[in-house]
């Protein structure tokens, strides 16, 4: 097959350059490979390099690269080796044929062949998209599958039959589908559903991996989503397949089902905040607190009467997903930081749907604080304002209003990074004569709960809040 070329400018870094020169002029031909090309083709500057070397065997690759630096065969068994130059790590790799040996993501044998046709290499890789070539010499992509076209229509197509030996392909489909706001190909939706089983193979570490780079570098959060359900592996999370199909109240949700809506709570989180532009690290909580919000309608939606009519209703439902976001992580053995983060989002994102007459005091919003640790407000607003504008075409502009009135509460009570500090201390106690035993903790803990009251505000008032009641808590 005749490939298709592409001129790219393409800027390569001056050690890779050199490295790229030495392996040429020992007789190799090079070439960029994988995500490097894609990125630069998607207007994305490239992280990282990975060359791939014809014409050469290992050691003569090594031998031509340990003028440049320190060289390791650290990737034999995968025929690679490794650069360590000016701060900087590549990979250069021979062309090689895998085939199956056994299940999961692992099981493959790997045979390299430094004189394998560039189209025959490239059918080992998932994507089209990955699988485009760059010639430095020539400035041009070389695409054998179409993955320049493919990355024009944002489709996501894979190589060969082949895609079907590494189940772990269908979830960097989803993880790549969010990434780049791309579509699966119905012919890919159907292998990734044929290989479902092979779910169970996969190392929860691994699973983990992919959702985590779905929540955090997505362009499009719902578009992995959406790739998800295509696969069929929706099916292997529970707690969102439930979702799906599963009613709401159109007076409430004009939108659909609970699925369409935390879709559309997903989208309203980066159309609506600032999400986009916060550290990556700072995205995951926000991406799967509004993926989890919801969770919980699952088990408590149901129709029945309201206000005289019948309609659907979930009462409740934040408290069932508070353990039902526990279930989803701790089955793929998630961060703890990240599941506590999340349980506490979903737990209180109808904080402000619940609000007494007259509205929330000041104590309660403080021991809302606590209650989220280790979320904080500022978190919780995210996951407020994606849940409220995730109702199209509804918009209450009630709740704009009490979403801004919560924002600035929170920042005059100084709560959007954390709860309340405690004000009294142990070394307080013992300044009053008390010798350190259990009931230290018993003092300590009603005096910050009458701190989160308000009956003190800083250490001179909580000092004459200990003297007025030191009696009652030492009775």
Known sequence: MQPVRQPLALELPAPLKQALLALEAAGGTCRIVGGSVRDALLGIAPKDFDVEVYGLDLET???????????????????????????EEYDFAIPRRESKSGSGHR?????????????????????????????HTS????????GLADLQSRTLRHVSPAFKEDPLRVLRGMQFAGRFQMELHEETATLCQEIGHEFWTLAKERIWTEWEKWARRS????????ALEKS??????????????????????????????TLHCLDALQRETDWNSLPESERGPLAFGTLCHDLGKARCTRWAEKRGDMHWISPGHETQSIWLAEQFFNAMRAPHEIRDKVMGLVGNHHFLNTAPEGGHSDASLRRLAKRLTPATTHELVYVMVADHRGRPPLISEAQDLRIAEFKKRIQE??????APLPLLLGRHLIDRGLKPSPDFKRILDRA???????????????????????????S
């Open 61 to 87: 690759i090594a031998s031509a690269l340990a003028k440049l630096g320190r060289t390791d065969l650290v990737g034999k068994a995968f025929a690679v080796v490794k650069l360590w130059t000016h701060g």
């Open 139 to 146: 400035g041009e992509v070389i695409d054998y599958f179409g």
């Open 232 to 261: 069929g592996w929706i099916r292997y999370f529970p707690q969102l397949n439930a979702l799906r199909n599963l009613p709401q109240d159109p007076e409430w949700h004009p939108e659909g089902d609970t699925w369409t809506h």
């Open 107 to 135: 099981g493959f044998v790997i045979e390299a062949d430094a004189h394998l046709s560039e189209e025959e290499a490239l059918k080992r890789r998932d994507f089209t998209i990955n699988a485009l070539l760059y010639d």
């Open 219 to 226: 362009t499009s959060l719902s578009h992995g989503m959406r």
């Open 448 to 474: 910050y709960e009458a701190q989160l009251d308000g009956a003190f505000t800083d250490e001179s008032t909580a000092l004459a809040w200990l003297v007025e009641n030191w009696s009652a808590l030492n």
């Open 413 to 418: 009570l100084d709560l959007e990074s954390h």
